[in-house]
């Protein structure tokens, strides 16, 4: 989806991956054999190639087989940066099918840019509030976030996590985005659907500097009992 994105909208703001960051701590562990590394670096370069060649083509195509199965090791690779864990399984077709599936049903009107598109977007200094965090995508002040759910359902869950998105971009602002956020929104990946709340919908701007303090001290807490 990522890299669907970047090909809608070609001057979108991109950071590294974090399968870059991923692979360089790999490398840099006494632990890890060297095939395993050199493994983990192939995918990387692997991923690469692909991405290049992708963007490179004319056609407005969604991404074939080949760069889903190297999106898919990118992910396995995301997990040692996230939480320490290196477990490359091996990617059937049947997880290749479905990801296609997932990607046929996304309408290119809904996340084209009229002005700014930042992939995997940061909070700056506020996302050490919650020992690191990155969100999916900003379009032109919406802050979204893909779920790939099996059911059709805004939960609770995913209210407070919009929200704690929210939060994090008050408190520390978006980097590589000037702009503020006036929407959040869920992309329901199996349904093709886009689903948008205004800010204005669920915060009270008079209440908005009580509730970030409390933020503040409760993602602190949390953070320093971790």
């Not at 050199?38 to 407005?60: F, G, H, Q, W």
């Not at 320490?84 to 009107?109: F, K, T």
């Not at 919406?142 to 805004?154: A, G, H, R, S, Y």
């Amino acid at each position: 989806m990522r890299f669907y994105l970047q090909k809608l909208n070609p001057s979108a703001k991109v950071s590294r991956w974090l399968a870059e960051e991923s692979a360089a701590l790999v490398v840099a562990s006494r632990r890890e054999t060297a095939r395993t590394k050199k493994r983990m670096l192939d995918i990387v370069e692997t991923a690469k190639d692909c991405v290049r060649s992708y963007l490179k083509s004319k056609r407005d195509a969604k991404p074939g087989r080949e760069l889903i199965r190297a999106a898919v090791d990118l992910a396995q690779l995301d997990l040692v940066y996230r939480i320490g864990l290196l477990d490359l399984q091996r990617i059937n077709d049947a997880m290749v099918e479905d990801i296609g599936n997932m990607l046929a049903l996304v309408r290119p009107e809904d996340f084209r840019a009229k002005r700014t598109c930042v992939l995997n977007p940061t909070f700056g200094a506020a996302a050490e509030l919650v020992g690191g965090a990155d969100g999916d995508l900003v379009l032109d002040g919406t802050l979204i976030d893909i779920k790939v759910n099996k059911n059709l359902e805004m939960g609770r869950d995913i209210f407070n996590q919009l929200v704690g998105y929210y939060c994090l971009s008050c408190i520390g602002g978006i980097d590589a985005c000037r702009g503020k956020i006036t929407c959040v929104a869920v992309y329901f990946a199996r349904f093709g659907i886009l689903h948008r709340l205004p800010v204005d919908s669920f915060v009270e701007a008079s209440r908005l500097p009580a509730h970030l303090k409390w933020f503040k001290a409760t993602a602190n807490r949390g953070v320093s009992s971790m």
